[in-house]
């Protein structure tokens, strides 16, 4: 059974860092996508980033130069560093796992993703 568990969420100041972690257990297979989104209050839920199996790296443009996503194959963990954080960067994280490639056109979309996490408050407040 796949499993996904977050890590590294918090409390920051406007324009600080944080590093979140995802672990994923249960894979059969060490080529799997994974991704992160957000939810803030009130509002749905939107991909933050994605680390496709066949390799490419997609943002959504809100965090383009802030954000970098980063994989570590033999700790199955999927890594976002956060720098110049904003206060409209407040949401819950929640990583998400699958087993096929995504492309431009999709790795946003929620229902491509089959397993998640938890998630994680990320909170950015002076």
């Known amino acids: 059974q796949v499993q996904l568990v977050e890590s590294g969420g918090g409390l920051v100041q406007p324009g600080g860092s944080l590093r979140l972690s995802c672990a994923a257990s249960?894979?059969?297979?060490?080529?799997?996508?994974m991704g992160w989104f957000r939810q803030a209050p009130g509002k749905e839920r939107e991909g933050v980033s994605c680390?496709?199996?066949?390799?490419?790296?997609y943002y959504a443009d809100s965090v383009k130069g802030r954000f970098t996503i980063s994989r570590d194959n033999a700790e199955n963990t999927v890594l976002l560093q956060m720098n110049g954080l904003k206060p409209e960067d407040t949401a819950i994280y929640y990583c998400?796992?699958?087993?096929?490639?995504?492309?431009?056109?999709?790795?946003?979309?929620?229902?491509?993703?089959?397993?998640w996490g938890q998630g994680t408050q990320v909170t950015v407040s002076s």
């Open positions: 998400a796992a699958d087993g096929v490639p995504k492309y431009y056109s999709t790795w946003r979309w929620l229902n491509e993703y089959d397993y």
């Open positions: 249960g894979f059969t297979s060490p080529y799997y996508t």
């Open positions: 680390w496709s199996s066949d390799g490419a790296t």
